[in-house]
T-cell receptor, first 112, second 114 residues
Framework: EDKVVQSPLSLVVHEGDTVTLNCSYE??????LLWYKQEKKAPTFLFML????IEKKSGRLSSILDKKELFSILNITATQTGDSAIYLC????????????FGGGTRLMVKP | DTAVSQTPKYLVTQMGNDKSIKCEQN?????MYWYKQDSKKFLKIMFS???????INETVPNRFSPKSPDKAHLNLHINSLELGDSAVYFC?????????????FGPGTRLTVL
């Protein structure tokens, strides 16, 4: 069975801290890995990773994929209260339907 | 302009009823999806649909059925609602074709079955 596991389940930090969120996967027919941020409503897209070792960066957020060890990390530097959210990792499989298999999410709370 | 929209935002109903949730996307995407997010915030795919093919997650009860009147809409019909159906249901869409495909989510519909 395809599996995506995120850690930690939850994290509380203070503004200015740097955090690293982890996502490991065991799937057949891997195609890409995606990160989403979910605040109160819909998950919003952050990154898509398809190749190992190539860092994707957007402002204070960055992410990298290791296809050999089957994991990805999402880094957030100089955290702000607005970064408080659930961060979701999903793996897109190469099978029919183009479906995403999600991990359980990491709930990040950034305190002032 | 809202890219992926859902109605209603909230739906409260009794067990045994039949209800529908509507989804529309104006992104010109070919593929649409329904996801269920439970109380523990775990998102799980229910269906993937484009104008050629419906893919059903085998764990979804057949009380759930997607209906697509056209490429921009994918509605979710649920028959004989049960307590365990209470969740937030998200619609999403994507081009569904390229390796760089990204799914965009609607705002969700919170369904409460009493």
């Amino acid at each position: 069975e395809d599996k995506v596991v995120q850690s930690p389940l939850s994290l509380v930090v203070h503004e200015g801290d740097t955090v690293t969120l982890n996502c490991s996967y065991e799937v057949t027919n891997f195609r890409s890995l995606l990160w989403y941020k979910q605040e109160k409503k819909a998950p919003t897209f952050l990154f898509m990773l398809t190749s190992s070792g190539i860092e994707k960066k957007s402002g204070r957020l960055s992410s990298i994929l290791d296809k050999k060890e089957l994991f990805s990390i999402l880094n957030i530097t100089a955290t702000q209260t607005g970064d408080s959210a659930i961060y979701l990792c999903a793996v897109r499989l190469g099978n029919a339907g183009n479906m995403l298999t999600f991990g359980g999410g990491t709930r990040l709370m950034v305190k002032p | 302009d809202t890219a992926v929209s859902q109605t209603p935002k909230y739906l409260v109903t009794q067990m045994g009823n039949d209800k529908s949730i509507k989804c529309e996307q104006n992104l010109g995407h070919d593929t649409m999806y329904w996801y269920k997010q439970d109380s523990k915030k775990f998102l799980k795919i229910m269906f993937s649909y484009n104008n050629k093919e419906l893919i059903i997650n085998e764990t979804v009860p057949n009380r759930f059925s997607p209906k697509s009147p056209d490429k921009a809409h994918l509605n979710l019909h649920i028959n004989s609602l049960e307590l365990g159906d209470s969740a937030v249901y998200f619609c999403a869409s994507s081009t569904g074709t390229s390796k760089a495909d990204t799914q965009y989510f609607g705002p969700g519909t919170r369904l409460t079955v009493l």
